[in-house]
């Protein structure tokens, strides 16, 4: 009778894992991710509508990016999202935008639906990662309210009343932006310029906005 005898494993594999290219990754054929960003307004503005530059006018971003390498260099991204764009205007004898009222505060705030297509060049080894990158991006955004908020002392004795308008006539509903983006992994640096004019048809006279947004994006991966 021959005796039988068992061999031990010393090594195990999945084949199937061996030979399956992994397509979804920071640094792989396809990924996606959330982001949120924070800009400041820069840039001039027209003769009357400045702004309090600063935090007082700003702009909140959130949203979804998907990417598709095209090779080692280049990829494509499509962004969508919501962004909350915040000026307060400063009060100046100048003022002229949208009246020569001054008030104790007032504020134009924006609601806005965006989407965005860049195309990313990338720098350097990385690996599985987002790494370095250059992004040129160009996209719109329809706004979907808008809102002008005063503040003021109405008599003796009040502390303040505040009044807002909505669906303002005079800002237009749609804009074009173009813009770069300059980040490391998760963080970027962005600067978007408004193509477009910020006033609807009919008011061309009246003074521009700021068309710069600049700040930091972090994206959620």
């Known amino acids: 009778m021959l005796n039988a005898q068992a061999q031990q494993v010393l090594v195990q594999a999945n084949v199937a894992d061996d030979t399956v290219k992994t397509t979804f990754g920071p640094n792989r054929r396809y990924f996606g991710h ?28 959130g949203g979804g990016r998907f990417k ?17 764009l915040h000026y307060a205007l400063a009060q100046t004898a100048q003022k002229t935008f949208p009246t020569a009222t001054l008030h104790l505060q007032e504020t134009l705030g924006l609601h806005q639906a965006f989407g965005e297509i860049s195309l990313r060049v990338n720098a350097g080894r990385r690996g599985n990662a987002v790494g370095r990158y250059l992004d040129l991006l160009a996209g719109g955004a329809w706004v979907v309210a808008t809102t002008h908020t005063m503040e003021d002392t109405p008599a003796p004795g009040i502390g303040s009343v505040e009044t807002t308008e909505y669906g303002l006539p005079y800002l237009k509903r749609w804009k074009g932006v173009a813009g770069v983006r300059l980040g490391i992994d998760r963080y970027a640096l962005v600067g978007r310029y408004r193509l477009t004019s910020a006033l609807a048809p009919g008011y061309a006279a009246w003074p521009e906005l700021p068309r710069w947004v600049l700040g930091l994006e972090v994206g959620l991966f």
């Open 68 to 84: 598709v390498r095209l090779n080692q260099t280049f990829a494509l991204n499509m962004d969508a999202g919501y962004a909350y």
């Open 34 to 61: 959330f982001f949120a960003g924070f800009g400041l307004v820069a840039g001039p503005a027209g003769i009357g509508a400045t702004p309090r530059y600063g935090p007082r006018a700003s702009e909140l971003r």
